[in-house]
């Protein structure tokens, strides 16, 4: 889908770190899943909160971070034009905060700078901007992570 609509890169090396960023944040979820697994109550939300905030879940964070630093330029994830790593870096993160996994605070992405500039650079995108006003339109409800 990302080459049929031109977010893909034709470049193969910039295609390949495309592709490791993508890989690397489809990994995110079932490390916050895996995250006190087999508990209920506080203690998944306290195994979680630790997994993300200096954890597993933190680390590997650390490690987008550290891919999009080297790789990305002003607010992209890699060079500096939108890919399809952009979009789903946006959707993922922004997914960890929403308050959908119990114990995940909505300031554990904090501490990892390139990953918030490229979630800023995505939401001030005219598309993205239009999307919004066109869900709020329709009242639907957009969580307050993806804003």
């Not at 998944?44 to 987008?64: C, M, P």
């Not at 080297?70 to 399809?84: C, E, M, N, P, Y």
Request: charged share 25%; with cysteine; hydrophobic share 40%.
């Amino acid at each position: 889908m990302g080459r049929a609509t031109g977010l893909y890169p034709d470049d193969p090396l910039a295609a390949l770190r495309v592709d490791e960023l993508m890989d690397a944040t489809e990994d995110l979820m079932p490390k916050i899943m895996k995250a006190g697994v087999g508990t209920e109550g506080e203690a998944k939300e306290a195994a979680r909160r630790e997994s993300s905030e200096e954890g597993e879940v933190f680390a590997h964070l650390q490690r987008i971070n550290t891919h999009v630093g080297k790789f990305g330029q002003g607010g992209f994830a890699v060079g500096d034009s939108l890919t399809i790593a952009d979009l789903h870096l946006f959707t993922t993160a922004s997914n960890l905060i929403s308050g959908l996994y119990d114990g995940v605070r909505p300031t554990c992405l904090d501490a990892h700078a390139h990953i918030q500039a490229v979630r800023r650079n995505v939401r001030g995108l005219p598309k993205v901007d239009e999307w919004y006003k066109a869900c709020i339109v329709k009242e639907l409800r957009v969580p307050d992570s993806y804003k």
